[in-house]
């Protein structure tokens, strides 16, 4: 009875965080930190911002995204959970072109998507809203559809536990060139990186080491070559370069503050990324990448002014504090100080830090 007890209170806390996140998202949008509705135009190809809207109404907690190998502009996203075994495939249109059935899978918290070198695609069930609290983990892989419609297909269903014991996660990779797969796990204060055995077995346990610290991650993705890995959370993302099968940090990336960053995946070309974000009609955003974060095989483009990598906000949108297009009126606040969205921003910052050390007092108390 305790314990059906204390879960629910972790059940209503979790609750309780995601009811002040929310509240603090809708206060960021009134500030103008945080883009707001669909545009009226998407980005011009190649060009940062938003690149679709995931429009089916069945989609509301996409927690992944994957860049296919067998069909270009498409990606593999699902829900968080209470959805089902399904996987979607969305175009770059934002529509779904095809709806896939795990069977004989009863998914528990599913929330990354991956793609091998094997042609299969993984999906994480590796949620844990207890707080890190099950035994095992699981991972699904299943054949990636040579035809795109909807369909049930066969699934090999790999266990999953970690050598430290069990904790929460939100990111899987698989390395698209060694087939390894890793996996980050979330923390408030930073998570670990842990890496799985050389080769999945479907016959026992599969046990994940630990590698290294990351931070604060509700997502990752490897580069198409495998010579990049990108981490991202709710407001940040990090950029690694990935050689001898260990990571090594090259900077943060201005990732789109969203309503709740949930996903990233590199594009085909390895030229940018791909941020994604729950919530209905959620926009998934374009963020080239600067040359010297471009994958190692990946040539810049000779005539390819520098980006900062940040996803530019939405088309015909009022800049902060001025009309949409006024550049002037925003050089001019800058230079006098600190902009409304630059305060808006460590507004939601403090809020959100102030939500988190509440929580942590309540734990203590």
Known sequence: ?????????????????AALLAATWTTAAALGTVAVGAPTARAADGAAGQAFTISDPRITESSGLAASLAHPGVYWTHNDSDDGPYVYAVDSQG????????????PRDVEAISIGPDG????GDIGDNLGGKWPEVWIYAFAEPAELRDQTVEVVRYRVRYEDGPRDAEALMVHPVTGRAYIASKRQGGGSLYQGPEKLSAAGVNTFRRIGDVPWVTDGAFSPDGTRLVLRGYFAATLYRWQDGAPAELGSLSAPLQRQGESVTFTADGRALLYGSEGKDSPVWRSPLDDGQLPDTVEPLPSAAPSSGAAAPPSGSAAPGGSAGSSSSSSSSSSDGPSDRALGVLFVLAVVGAVFGLRKKRRAG
């Open 95 to 106: 529509r779904t072109v095809a709806t896939v059935t795990l069977r004989g899978v009863e």
């Open 120 to 123: 299969r695609v993984y999906v």
């Open 1 to 17: 009875m305790r314990t059906k007890t204390r879960h629910r209170r972790r059940r209503g806390a979790a609750r309780a965080s």
